[in-house]
Every structure is written in structure tokens, then in C-alpha cells.
């Protein structure tokens, strides 16, 4: 099984250009003013250029109007949309039917009823993103490099579609695969030196382990 990896936050033509020599499958911009790893859209539109033919552009918005959202996609040509605020299953309809894209909705994760608000997104959303529960404290919804129990995802639905976000780093990826089974995976603090700040080797660290993950697997 073919396995997505998303690395998000991505400020820099360094970052990207390791992401993608390592077979990144997405490469996450986002848009939120109290994130370190905030960017503008003009920024973003020129860093998705190299992606382009290699990795899907995915743009990360948290309770976006159609006005940012429209600078957005006119700045960027994302590739896909990534909600993760406290969108409704009819604002998803509404950013999928304005911009003809792809959305990922993100749900913050701590138990297993979580999970079950996913049934009203179904019809709607293309793929799902799991993420922990911030902090106490935290104005982040992501990045917060806190990870939740990842054995909960192994009774889901084998058709749902998803990634598992949320506190990854090199050392417990192969944790987490083993026991979330996930078709996707999506990692932004856990290669970074400090908040915001991307980290080459972290990130090439991060890829070998889940390909040792994977072998091991096999």
C-alpha cells in the first residue's frame, strides 16, 4: 500500500526542495496569522512552483472567509484545501463547489468518540486529517507537537480516507504506522529546530525512518 506523506508548513526553497528529493507526496503552506509557520499567499504561490508534477500544493486554512480563501487560490493554485477549524459539513460543500477542489478536513483527536463526528463529513469531504487535541493554552488547532492514541484509528473504517497528524517525529513513526495503519501521514513540528523553522537533516531523518518503518513492515 502506497503511504502520503504531507509535510506542512513549509516556509523555505530549502524545505521543499528536501521534501520533495525524499518523495513527499503533499507539501502543506499554511494560512493562520498566530502560527510560526504562517506564509503569504504571493510567498506560497512561489514555493508550489517546484512541487508542481511531483507533490499535491495543499493550502492550510483555519475558519477562512471566501475572501482570504479567494487570495489564496488566486495567489497559490492550490491543489487541494485543507480546513482545520470549526468548519461545517455545509462550509466544506460551500469551499469544494466555489474553487472545484479537493478539501481536507481536520478533526482534533483525544478519544474515540471524536471520531464519530466524522459520519455528517463523509458526503462532503475528500479526506480527512487526524490531529491531537491542542494544549491547554495553545491558539494552534496543529502543529502543536502533541500526538493522541493512535490505536484508536485501527477501528475505523478501512475506507475512510485520512492522514494522521499530530506530535510525529523520527523516533515514533514506526509506532505510529504499526498501530494506526494510516494511508497518509502528515508531520510539520517534528522536523523543525525550532517553531516554524524547518530542519534538513530532521526532515531526511524522518524520511528514512518511515522507509524503515515500511521495510520492516513488509
Known amino acids: 500500500m502506497n503511504l502520503d506523506v504531507k509535510i506542512c508548513g513549509l516556509k523555505t526553497p530549502e524545505a521543499i526542495d528536501v521534501s520533495l528529493r525524499n518523495g513527499a507526496s503533499h507539501v502543506g503552506f499554511i494560512f493562520f496569522a498566530k502560527s510560526p509557520r504562517n506564509v503569504e499567499p504571493a510567498l506560497a504561490g512561489a514555493l508550489r512552483g517546484a512541487a508542481r508534477g511531483r507533490a499535491r500544493a495543499v493550502a492550510v486554512t483555519v475558519d477562512a472567509d471566501d475572501a482570504f480563501l479567494d487570495a489564496i487560490v488566486k495567489a497559490m493554485a492550490p491543489d487541494m484545501v485543507q480546513l482545520h477549524g470549526k468548519e461545517t459539513p455545509a462550509r466544506v460543500a460551500e469551499v469544494k463547489a466555489r474553487y472545484g477542489l479537493p478539501v481536507m478536513k481536520a ?4 478519544e474515540a468518540a471524536d471520531l464519530e463526528r466524522i459520519e455528517q463529513f463523509r458526503h462532503v469531504a475528500d479526506r480527512f486529517l487526524f490531529d491531537a487535541k491542542p494544549p491547554a493554552g495553545s491558539e494552534l488547532p496543529g502543529g502543536n507537537g502533541v500526538s493522541f492514541d493512535w490505536s484508536l484509528l485501527a477501528a475505523l473504517d ?11 517525529n523520527a523516533a515514533n513513526i514506526g509506532d505510529a504506522l504499526r498501530l494506526a495503519k494510516p494511508p497518509g501521514i502528515d508531520i510539520s513540528s517534528g522536523v523543525e529546530r525550532a517553531p516554524g523553522v524547518k530542519d534538513a537533516a530532521l526532515i531526511e531523518q524522518f524520511f528514512e525512518a518511515v522507509r524503515t518503518a515500511r521495510a520492516t513492515a513488509a
Open 107 to 110: 478533526f482534533s483527536v483525544s
Open 158 to 168: 478501512r475506507n475512510v480516507d485520512y492522514m494522521l497528524s499530530g506530535g510525529l
